[in-house]
């Protein structure tokens, strides 16, 4: 049963604009949560975290948005850059220490 | 500060075989989780080690097992393969909570 969800597999966007990739988890334990890039024959790179008792968190051009009720969060990319042409993917925790993962948002910025 | 290593990067085995992967955290990490990533499903959690003592599991085979040592460095074995054991094996670092850093990972490729 995939505790954390992401329902888009692709996402392609053009240079400049945002990208917003989204991700749904279905346990309400949860309190911790990640965000990683991943490029093809490399291993993920964390982006940013964020836990349950913000509503935001920013670092850079990197924006993670948590809402609770919905249990939904969100990362925003802006602006887009081909650079960040990769492999999303998000996480969850509720103990900090043991993190689920969803199946990933391939993310295309076209030039 | 040197990140995290895995060996070998890659491996072909038969059915049947057993493998043993290493995994050395970043210096100071006295957390190492292991994952499995295969097409469309994400990573899929095998297992945390901290401080030598197994303290997260997945829901895999007992075929999947693994170790800590000392200093920290983990081995992950897989006993009697599957072809569907071919996977890329991702191994994780942290300080034993919050942010994972990930090695490039082990592509296990079972004939």
């Known amino acids: 049963d995939q505790q954390v969800k992401q329902n888009s597999p692709s996402l392609s966007v053009q240079e400049g604009r945002i990208s917003i990739l989204n991700c749904d988890y279905t346990?309400?334990?949860?309190?911790?949560f990640l965000w990683y890039k991943k490029y093809p024959a490399e291993g993920p790179t964390f982006l940013i975290s964020?836990?349950?008792?913000?509503d935001k968190n920013e670092d850079g051009r990197f924006t993670v948005f948590l809402n609770k009720s919905a249990k939904h969060l969100s990362l925003h990319i802006v602006p887009s850059q081909p650079g960040d042409s990769a492999v999303y993917f998000c996480a969850a925790s509720d103990t900090g220490n043991q993190f689920y993962f969803g199946t990933g948002t391939s993310l295309t910025v076209i030039p | 500060k040197a990140g995290v290593t895995q060996t070998p990067r890659y491996l072909i085995k038969t059915r049947g075989q057993q493998v043993t992967l290493s995994c050395s955290p970043i210096s100071g990490h006295r957390s190492v989780s292991w994952y499995q990533q295969t097409p469309g499903q994400g990573l899929q959690f095998l297992f945390e080690?901290?401080?030598?003592?197994?303290?997260n599991k997945g829901n895999f085979p007992g075929r999947f097992s693994g170790r800590q040592f000392s200093n920290s460095r983990s081995e992950m074995n897989v006993s009697t393969l599957e072809l569907g054991d071919s996977a890329l094996y991702l191994c994780a670092s942290s300080l034993g909570w919050g942010e994972q850093f990930f090695g490039p990972g082990t592509r296990l490729t079972v004939l």
């Open positions: 964020i836990s349950s008792i913000k």
């Open positions: 080690y901290f401080s030598e003592t197994q303290r």
């Open positions: 346990n309400s334990m949860f309190d911790y």
